[in-house]
């Protein structure tokens, strides 16, 4: 098993940078392919970024492409998701979440562990 921390989010203008973290303990951090998803109120979960084990292979929404950067730390077992340019439409709880997968997946059905996310608000 996997446990998932998120850390990171808060209120934040438009135009700021937030650094999200996603701790991880548990098994072997780095045989489980990353992801970080989002949810706003009233509207589906939807995929924002996704890196392999060795970071080979990153993956982005194109909503996020060029403001978001995916990052991992295998040694220190933690997931990172910088933000920049953020848009009051970036607001939503943020999850952390783990997949034991060779492939980055954008489906968050092909996850298997979650964290219990971290509040991210833009105003305008």
């Known amino acids: 098993q996997v446990q998932l921390v998120e850390s990171g989010g808060g209120l934040v203008q438009a135009g700021g940078s937030l650094r999200l973290s996603c701790a991880a303990s548990?098994?072997?951090?780095?045989?489980?392919?990353m992801g970080w998803f989002r949810q706003a109120p009233g509207k589906e979960r939807e995929f924002v970024a996704g890196?392999?084990?060795?970071?080979?292979?990153?993956l982005y929404a194109d909503s996020v492409q060029g403001r978001f950067t995916i990052s991992r730390d295998n040694a220190k077992t933690t997931v990172y998701l910088q933000m920049n340019s953020l848009k009051p439409e970036d607001t939503a709880l943020y999850y952390c979440a783990a997949d034991d997968s060779y492939i980055v997946s954008k489906s968050g059905s092909t996850y298997t562990y979650w964290g219990p996310g971290t509040q991210v608000t833009v105003s305008s």
């Open positions: 548990g098994r072997t951090f780095s045989s489980y392919a």
């Open positions: 890196i392999s084990r060795r970071a080979y292979t990153i």
